[in-house]
């Protein structure tokens, strides 16, 4: 068994984007991240290994799931801190970047985005 074979799913990855948030009347924020609607990179392959970590939290107005999980990636993948990394319709915050047995694969630890969070 290769590692093609081990990565199983699919994934788009999108770099964040700063921008300006004026609110109107003057009042501007700090610059917000935010991804296009366009991905940087469209139908990575990739592996997200199972989590034994998830959590139930009720939260308003409904219950989230909380927790991390590990996403193996192809060495040379352009994937950074903040990434958005969005699969099946869910959204994920990737953690710091890490090579692993000697530039072989790259794995992320990524989060999910509830939320508002979650939406932008």
Same mark, same amino acid.
């Given at each position: ?11 788009? =990855? ?12 003057? =009042? ?50 352009? =994937? ?10 869910? =959204? ?29």
């Amino acid at each position: 068994m290769s590692f093609d074979d081990f990565l199983n799913h699919r994934c788009n =990855i999108y770099h964040p984007v700063k921008k300006d948030v004026d609110f109107g009347y003057g =009042i501007k924020s700090e610059p917000a991240e935010e991804r296009l609607k366009m991905p940087d990179l469209e139908d990575v392959p990739c592996h997200f290994y199972v989590s034994s970590s998830p959590k139930i939290v009720q939260k308003e107005p409904y219950p989230v799931v909380e927790g991390e999980a590990k996403l193996a990636l192809p060495y040379g993948v352009d =994937i950074r801190e903040n990434d958005f990394v969005k699969s099946r319709g869910l =959204i994920y915050r990737a953690g710091i970047p890490k090579a692993v047995h000697g530039n072989h694969h790259i794995v992320v630890t990524i989060k999910r985005e509830e939320g508002i969070k979650g939406a932008i």
